[in-house]
């Protein structure tokens, strides 16, 4: 059982480039969301996905898309990368939407430097 | 949206136990408190959730006043493993699920 996957762990950027996080669950999970960590920071909720179907902006989406592609599967686009979007992402799942007693997933984190 | 407020740091010794408090003013009536654990270069991790009084797992233990506007993590008997960040959640219908801060954890032989 793999639970929350994500691709790639690693990747370079130019500044201007695009790229595409791949996220994907095992669990049957209905809510995904990403997250960004700088380093020393806490998590930040990108966008979420309460639902296949949905999405949803959260603290701080801009410079990022979102796509729920079916059940199992949401990436996160950067159209234009910028050096202010170093950081990890994290992608979780969770069986329920936030604030049903749902507990979060978490993957092992993608980390992306932009040069 | 509920906001929590956490102290930034705190340093224990091997075998002590270690309390976190957690501040959440404006939590509303729906509203679960979640503790999650996050080791360097790794996603956080579930500890516990609770809604009022006191909930007990195999880990750690989840203090709720009855006003409900804290929340208290204790870790029994702390070990160098336990060295970690530890973040307070309120999660609510339609909360966003965001992570303040976190407390960092630093046991100590």
Redesign the interface.
């Given at each position: 059982n793999a639970g929350?996957t994500q691709t790639p762990k690693f990747q370079v950027l130019k500044t201007g480039q695009s790229m595409t996080l791949q996220c994907a669950q095992d669990m049957n999970h209905n809510s995904m969301?990403w997250?960004r960590q700088d380093p020393g920071?806490?998590?930040?909720?990108i966008y979420?996905s309460a639902s296949e179907g949905t999405t949803?902006k959260?603290?701080v989406p801009n410079g990022y898309n979102v796509s729920r592609l079916n059940k199992r599967e949401f990436s996160l686009r950067l159209e234009s990368a910028a050096p202010s979007q170093t950081s990890v992402y994290?992608c979780?799942s969770s069986e329920r939407?936030?604030?049903?007693?749902?507990?979060?997933?978490?993957?092992?984190?993608s980390r992306l430097t932009v040069l | 949206l509920a906001k929590t407020t956490q102290p930034i740091s705190m340093d224990s010794y091997e075998g002590q136990e270690v309390n976190i408090t957690c501040s959440h003013n404006n939590i509303a009536t729906n509203d679960y408190i979640t503790w999650y654990q996050q080791f360097p270069s790794q996603g956080p991790r579930f500890i516990i959730q609770g809604y009022k009084t006191k909930v007990t797992n195999e880990v750690a233990s989840l203090f709720i006043p009855a006003d409900r506007k804290s929340s208290t993590l204790s870790l029994p008997r702390v070990s160098l493993s336990d060295t970690a960040v530890y973040y307070c959640l309120v999660e609510g219908a339609g909360n966003k699920l965001t992570f303040g801060g976190g407390t960092r954890v630093l046991v100590k032989p």
């Open positions: 929350v969301y997250y920071m806490g998590l930040r909720l979420y949803d959260g603290e994290f979780a939407p936030g604030g049903l007693a749902g507990e979060l997933f978490f993957g092992e984190g | -």
